[in-house]
């Protein structure tokens, strides 16, 4: 499970990195992303939150989610 965990977020972090923000961290299957403050913050998190629960299309099913802090 770790194993699809890795490669879920690893394919979220370079789609994420193409939208042009800074991943500064991660921990297993966990980000640090800075988000600007601009006053869209919600929009920004929602953003990166989407990507981070995009369908895998190779392993359709496969139920994603992501919290953001």
Do not use: K
Not at 38 to 66: K, S, Y
């Amino acid at each position: 499970i770790q194993g699809l965990a890795r490669v879920a977020v690893s394919q979220a972090m370079v789609r994420i990195r193409r939208m042009g923000y800074r991943i500064v961290n991660m921990r297993h299957d966990d980000l640090w992303i800075l988000v600007p403050r601009d006053g869209n913050e919600a929009q920004h998190t929602e953003a990166v939150r989407f990507e981070m629960c995009r369908p895998i299309p190779w392993l359709p099913g496969c139920p994603l989610g992501a919290e953001v802090h």
